[in-house]
């Protein structure tokens, strides 16, 4: 039995690094997104247009960040990649401009809310923050000498993929804020916060085998929950489900987010939702690879699946040959 758990586990950091490549070039998904956008930019046009700039980010740190000048975010409404849509989208939200547009900011969810006093510091960040802090106060070195040990050790923490490897691939407006001389500049929530064994969601999942990062995401709550404000408040034609798939594609292609905590955010969200298709609904089980929409079975299988198979599969081939 601990044998299959961990061959579970196993096979779950494959299947969800695979899926997560497989939804960031999804048209279907990448499009929805697409129309978000535009909506919300087009609102904020009318009704804030001095505010245009808050869609954007020249965050080095953050995924999709192209910069906060009106030609670049119009270039991300055009023809921007799924990650230029969700950073500005993000940066929307977050702020509070495309809430304040939807009737004013949501409630907050308190189960998200629960979980908020055993989310922590990660080691790592709190000691590269010991590091600048020695940094500042060293008389020996100079100020470039200074910033290019940080980058180093900066370095150990942010994505450690190959910029050229990323997917999708990098923009012409993404490059020169995501790359410098290290390599991709993009710092993982994971490389920021932990969350503490003793917190309850650490062990529910233990118990249903979700993988944990970081915490249930609250940004796919506020994502889906002010999807659900446009298509009822606008009258804007939006899929929740292709919503949801991208937020797992980015989420966890930066590292931010488990499968688990994505579908546990946006579980909550449609569950503040009436009358939200049941067909959504989040499986907290060893099952819960099988039913990704808009993916069906046999695409899981034949593109994300290790050699076909889903994890619980694989797992349930060691207790087969354990005999249990």
Do not use: C
């Not at 290290?182 to 916060?193: D, E, F, I, K």
């Amino acid at each position: 039995w601990v044998q299959a758990r961990i061959r579970y586990a196993e096979e779950s950091v494959a299947f969800e690094r695979r899926l997560a490549e497989h939804l960031a070039e999804n048209e279907a998904v990448t499009e929805e997104f697409r129309k978000m956008a535009r909506a919300a930019w087009e609102r904020a046009r009318q009704q804030y247009p001095r505010a245009l700039a808050t869609f954007g980010s020249e965050n080095p740190s953050m995924p999709g960040s192209v910069g906060a000048g009106r030609p670049a975010l119009q270039q991300v409404l055009r023809a921007g990649n799924l990650r230029e849509l969700v950073t500005f989208l993000f940066q929307g939200i977050s702020s509070d401009l495309v809430p304040e547009m939807l009737g004013g900011r949501e409630e907050p969810n308190p189960e998200i809310e629960a979980e908020r006093p055993s989310r922590r510091q990660a080691e790592g960040r709190t000691q590269l923050e010991r590091l600048a802090e020695q940094l500042r106060l060293d008389d020996t070195l100079s100020a470039p000498e200074k910033q290019a040990a940080l980058a180093r050790a900066t370095r150990e923490h942010t994505l450690p993929v190959d910029p050229d490897d990323v997917r999708p691939p990098l923009s012409r407006a993404e490059r020169p804020f995501a790359v410098n001389d290290l390599g991709l500049t993009w710092m993982p929530a994971s490389s920021v916060y932990d969350l503490a064994m003793s917190s309850g969601l650490q062990q529910t999942s233990e118990e249903t085998g979700g993988l944990v990062l970081t915490g249930t995401a609250g940004s796919t709550y506020r994502f889906l929950v002010h999807a659900a404000r446009m298509r009822d408040q606008w009258g804007l034609d939006l899929d929740l489900g292709l919503i949801r798939a991208g937020m797992i594609a980015m989420s966890l292609s930066a590292d931010h987010h488990s499968f688990h905590e994505v579908m546990r955010g946006a579980q909550l969200a449609l569950d503040s939702i009436p009358g939200h298709d049941p067909a959504l609904d989040y499986r907290d089980n060893w099952g819960r690879y099988w039913n990704v929409h808009p993916l069906t079975e046999q695409e899981l299988r034949r593109h994300v699946a290790g050699g076909g198979r889903f994890p619980d599969e694989h797992a349930q081939d060691v207790e087969d040959a354990a005999g249990l």
